[in-house]
């Protein structure tokens, strides 16, 4: 089962920061947060990962809180084509571990 | 990012038949890959881990049978639904792991197999 909790859905103006909120109460101490997407059809594209530190890419900033126990995706800017459902997952079993996906939230970015 | 290639993107069979779906690692070697099932509006299952050179290791509820996945080298891995039938219909995804420092798992674009 998925070790993460997410809203069903969420809107976000065009233009406008994205913040999609994850809770991994149970994470381990060695597991990683992973945001994967996923655009209608196609397949899961990677975004973002972290530990305990926040992280930042060219895509995305992964807010973690200190106990670890949820997490915030922020797209910056957000566009139409960030229309997608958002997956945030805690990887199990190490460095070669599979993901577990969850629901995901969708998220629908508006003009 | 490493690029993950799946053949086909689509297929229609008729029921009884097997399809054999494709996934490639294009510029990187992967000694694990993993497939993952998609059904309309949910989420994805993951089906199987495959390892190159042994045998893949199915979830639970998961026929191994009916799914065979083959691992022959680094850079491709086949998935065979065989007697395929109206409910196998699905999106199939592969993805592979990059073995940089993080090992990050890149996915294909899928398969949508259609069962007549």
């Known amino acids: 089962d998925a070790k993460t909790t997410q809203p069903p859905s969420m809107d976000c103006a065009e233009g406008r920061a994205a913040n999609l909120p994850c809770n991994h109460s149970?994470?381990?101490?060695?597991?990683?947060v992973y945001w994967y997407r996923q655009i209608h059809s196609q397949g899961p594209q990677y975004i973002i990962h972290g530990l305990k530190n926040n992280e930042t890419n060219e895509m995305a900033s992964l807010i973690i809180t200190e106990d670890r126990k949820s997490s915030t995706l922020i797209l910056p800017h957000a566009t139409l084509r960030d229309t997608a459902v958002y997956y945030c997952?805690?990887?199990?079993?190490?460095?070669?571990?599979?993901?577990?996906f969850g629901k995901g939230t969708k998220l629908s970015v508006k003009p | 990012g490493a690029v993950v290639s799946q053949h086909p993107s689509w297929v229609i069979c008729k029921s009884g038949t097997s399809v054999k779906i494709e996934c490639r690692s294009l510029?990187?070697?992967?000694?694990?890959m993993f497939w993952y099932r998609q059904f309309p509006k949910q989420s994805l299952m993951l089906m199987a881990t495959s390892n190159e050179g042994s045998k893949a290791t199915y979830e639970q509820g998961v026929e191994k049978d009916k799914f065979l996945i083959n691992h022959a080298s680094l850079t491709l891995s086949t998935l065979t639904v065989t007697s395929a039938h109206p409910e196998d219909s699905s999106f199939y995804i592969c993805?592979?792991?990059?073995?940089?420092?993080?090992?990050?798992?890149?996915f294909g674009p899928g398969t949508r197999l259609t069962v007549l």
């Open positions: 993805s592979a792991i990059f073995t940089n420092g993080y090992n990050e798992q890149f």
């Open positions: 510029d990187f070697q992967a000694t694990t």
């Open positions: 149970t994470i381990s101490g060695n597991e990683y």
């Open positions: 997952i805690v990887r199990v079993g190490g460095s070669q571990g599979n993901l577990i």
